[in-house]
Every structure is written in C-alpha cells, then in structure tokens.
C-alpha cells in the first residue's frame, strides 16, 4: 500500500523560508513524476510545483517561480520544496501527489496518490 508523508510544514514569518518533505511509503516502483499542489482557505487546488526523477526536469508555477527549488531527497523515495521568500499568500496546505505515467506537470485528476497534506502558515 502506498503512504505520502508529508513534513516539515509550520508558521514562519513574512520573507522566511521553510523546506517541506514528502516521503512515498510502500512506493515499489521507480517513481515518475512527483508534484506539490497547495489548497488555500475558499481557493481550489493548485500545482505549485513537479519534477521528473529520471531526468531531472522541473516545473514551477508562477506563484512560486524563482522561490522554490524542488529536487529529490536524501532516500530514493524522497522529494522536497525548498520556499524561500515566503508570503502571506503563500499560507495554505501543501500536498505532494505522485503520477506514475505522466510528465510534469501533471493535474491533481492525474494523480493517483496523494499525502495527508501539511500547513503552511505565514504571518505578515
């Protein structure tokens, strides 16, 4: 069975930076393409954020562009978001979700799993 975690969410202050950690659990396979979407209060789901493992490739949404980096972890199955310059509208849940077919970036309908979410609240 397969388990996202997500970590490393908080309250951080207006301009602060915060690296958030997404785990695959029970991931067999070599993963594809891992993506972080964001949910903030009244506001649908957003991509942020996606890479491709293989070949490295990223994708970045132009609310984060140029202050995040995402790239993968220490262990094989871990992928992070370094948020840097971090604002107020950044406040939101942060997901990380997995497509094992589909290249980056991919849609949270794409998607076939997905973490328990983590908060991310920043104070101006």
């Known amino acids: 069975q397969v388990k996202l975690v997500e970590s490393g969410g908080g309250l951080v202050q207006s301009g602060g930076s915060l690296r958030l950690s997404c785990a695959a659990l029970?991931?067999?396979?070599?993963?594809?393409?891992v993506a972080w979407f964001r949910q903030a209060p009244g506001k649908e789901r957003e991509g942020i954020a996606c890479?491709?493992?293989?070949?490295?490739?990223?994708y970045y949404a132009d609310p984060v562009k140029g202050r995040s980096t995402i790239g993968r972890g220490e262990t094989k199955m871990t992928v992070y978001l370094q948020m840097r310059r971090l604002k107020p509208e950044d406040t939101a849940i942060y997901y990380c979700?997995?497509?094992?077919?589909?290249?980056?970036?991919?849609?949270?309908?794409?998607?076939?799993?997905w973490g328990q979410g983590t908060q991310v609240t920043v104070s101006s």
């Open positions: 029970g991931y067999t396979s070599d993963l594809h393409s």
């Open positions: 979700a997995i497509d094992p077919f589909a290249n980056c970036p991919f849609s949270d309908d794409e998607a076939d799993w």
């Open positions: 890479i491709q493992i293989k070949d490295g490739r990223t």
